[in-house]
């Protein structure tokens, strides 16, 4: 399986900062890429998904930032909120047509201090 | 139902013994996978449903690792001789269909094996 590659491993922010979480990916034919949130005890949600026709999408406090070129896509966080405090993980399919396959980053620990 | 629903939600059994963990889908999800996350990991890919057929094994780490899927509904994950490795939490994800965008997580099973 092709890797994503996510950065940094955790990550502490004050309250009202922006958190930036970096993923990297190899696989070309990936077309889907979504961001999920973890809660302790909780399975992953879906927080905010994007495809590389766009450079960036926007949904209330999170955005997605896409480099096609550099195989790279962030996501970023403004006015974080101890409420934000969770794992985070970047994913990547090759989406519609394929099994839909989600390859997973290893994770980003936030922690936002109030 | 209105979630993916996973049981037992917490289970500890010795090495050596056999353990069986059920997911529920989102009905009329036809899509189903298993992932596992260790400590400290993030997602790995297990097995892939589409309906009641598994055309895509190759995550199962070991043939002791098997699964099920009946009714295009149900799924059962079978851990057989367990080993102190296999402690981890296993989550299910089901999707509209194939290669779908944006799966819904169940809150996992957490397996502990002593």
């Known amino acids: 399986q092709q890797q994503v590659k996510q950065s940094p491993q955790s990550l502490i922010v004050q309250k009202g900062g922006i958190s930036i979480i970096n993923c990297a990916y190899e696989n070309t034919a990936f077309d889907y890429f979504p961001w999920y949130q973890q809660f302790p005890g909780k399975g992953p949600a879906l927080l905010i998904a994007?495809?590389?026709?766009?450079s960036e999408k926007k949904e209330g406090r999170f955005t997605i930032s896409f480099n096609k070129s550099a195989k790279q896509f962030s996501l970023h966080i403004m006015d974080s909120q101890p409420g934000d405090s969770a794992t985070y993980f970047c994913a990547a399919s090759e989406g519609f047509g394929s099994q839909g396959n989600l390859i997973f980053g290893k994770g980003t620990k936030l922690s936002v201090k109030p | 139902g209105a979630g993916v629903s996973q049981s037992p939600s917490n289970k500890v059994t010795e090495k050596g013994k056999d353990v069986e963990l059920r997911c529920d889908p989102i009905s009329g999800h036809t899509a189903l996978y298993w992932y596992r996350q260790s400590l400290g990991q993030g997602l790995e890919f297990l097995i892939y449903f589409q309906g009641n057929s598994a055309p895509d094994k190759s995550g199962l780490p070991s043939d002791r690792f098997s699964a099920e899927r009946t009714g295009g509904s149900v799924s059962t994950l079978t851990i057989q001789r367990t080993q102190q490795e296999d402690s981890a939490v296993y989550l299910c994800?089901?999707?509209?269909?194939?290669?779908?965008?944006?799966?819904?997580f169940g809150s996992g099973t957490r397996l502990t094996v002593v």
């Open positions: 994800a089901s999707s509209v269909g194939q290669g779908s965008y944006g799966y819904t």
């Open positions: 994007i495809r590389p026709d766009v």
